[in-house]
């Protein structure tokens, strides 16, 4: 028999009636359910909460007891469920005021912030340099649509205008502005006359210090050799393969990247884009087979058999490589330049990348 010590007398309240009186408040019941009139610390600071978001003050404003709790509590249990309290001390109605926030919160950045007109954008691209275009347009889509009008090439054209600079006669001044392949004319041009941009040229050296894996899966559009300058015993060949890169399909069909709006397609119209050539000095002729219309899977650049020069070797086959797989030796056309004098690869906005009308 437990001690009568160690029972907890309930404490009389007056205010309870008969209604409310329960088996639980008997002096035979279990003590660990037995309520005790006290209010507990979490439902104390739960209502202290309420009660400040009701009457806008301060928590210093709101001088609350203990005893003006327990009476507010016996008022609280008396309402309907919705507005009872958790274990963890918060209210339902708190609970749902947090989830509309964090609601709102999560609605993205797109409900906040400004919109300024495209004609701000506008005034503010003609202080964007050449090289931050790209970091321009990646700010909104009004500053995208901004780098994709006319007016923004023709005054980044002008702008770093130099008559002292010789330019071809398809990037003079006469002719640039002309709709048709605007921003691929300005961008050969900033080749020529920017000088930061004509710099990065002269830095390459004639045999690159990798191979380059631009070429991979690129088809081959044109092939066509020249003979070079120079003295009958010293006159070189140039071999020239220009390839196309093959864009990546999505699952749906629709090809990669953002569409230009209609009414400034032939400013971005460009017959060159994605294309690279490919130009190979030899020491000699060689005979090679033709290879236009097939794919290039396999681009190597090693030393040359007298280990003075270079050894170039491609292999071409008649349908792109599946990604991770190697080529095999014994399938696809092999080309074989030995020795070389130079390697060059030159993107289409390369002053010497010949134009396509005059291929």
């Given at each position: ?26 002096a035979?019941s279990d ?8 209010v507990?610390k979490?439902v ?9 978001l ?36 918060h ?6 005021s947090?989830?509309?926030k ?24 003609s ?10 347009a990646l ?5 995208w649509?901004v ?7 023709t ?27 605007l ?8 080749y ?6 004509h710099s ?7 045999i ?18 020249k ?5 009958r015993?010293?006159?070189r ?8 890169k093959?864009s990546?399909k999505?699952?749906n069909g629709?090809?990669n ?16 884009q994605d ?10 002729f ?14 190597t ?20 490589l ?8 014994d ?6 330049l ?6 060059r690869l ?6 010497q ?7």
């Open positions: 028999m437990p001690k009568k010590g160690n029972r907890k007398r309930l404490k009389y309240r007056g205010n309870i009636s008969s209604e409310t009186v329960t088996v639980a408040d008997y035979d003590p660990a359910i037995v309520k005790t009139g006290r507990k979490a104390a600071n739960a209502i202290q909460k309420e009660v400040k009701l009457c806008g003050l301060e928590a210093s404003q709101v001088p609350v007891t203990e005893e003006a709790l327990s009476s507010v509590v016996e008022d609280h249990l008396d309402c309907d469920s919705s507005d009872q309290v958790d274990a963890d001390g209210s339902n109605e708190l609970k749902v947090r989830k509309k964090s609601k709102r919160q999560q609605e993205g950045p797109e409900d906040y912030g400004e919109q300024y007109p495209i004609d701000i954008w506008l005034f503010l691209a202080y964007i340099r050449p090289e931050d275009i790209v970091k321009f700010i909104c889509k009004s500053a649509a780098t994709c009008t006319a007016a923004f090439w005054r980044l054209y002008k702008r770093y205008y130099c008559s002292d600079v010789y330019l071809p006669e398809r990037l003079q001044r006469e002719v640039i502005g002309r709709l048709s392949s921003r691929a004319s300005v961008i050969r041009s900033l020529l006359m920017y000088e930061p941009f990065r040229l002269s830095e390459k050296p004639s690159p210090e990798s191979t380059p894996t631009t070429l991979q899966n690129c088809s081959c559009l044109l092939y066509w050799c003979k070079g300058s120079g003295n015993s010293d006159q060949w140039e071999f020239n393969y220009k390839f196309k093959q990546p999505l699952k629709c090809r990247g953002l569409q230009f709006p209609r009414q400034y397609e032939q400013v971005h119209k460009n017959p060159d294309c690279y050539l490919l130009q190979i000095t030899t020491f000699n060689i005979f090679t087979p033709v290879v236009m219309g097939m794919t290039l899977t396999l681009f650049i090693n030393v040359s058999t007298d280990m003075r020069h270079h050894r170039v070797r491609m292999l071409f086959q008649d349908s792109p599946p990604q991770g797989k190697k080529p095999k030796k399938q696809g056309l092999q080309v074989i030995d020795p070389v004098h130079s390697v030159l993107d289409w906005w390369h002053p990348y010949p134009f396509s009308a005059s291929i």
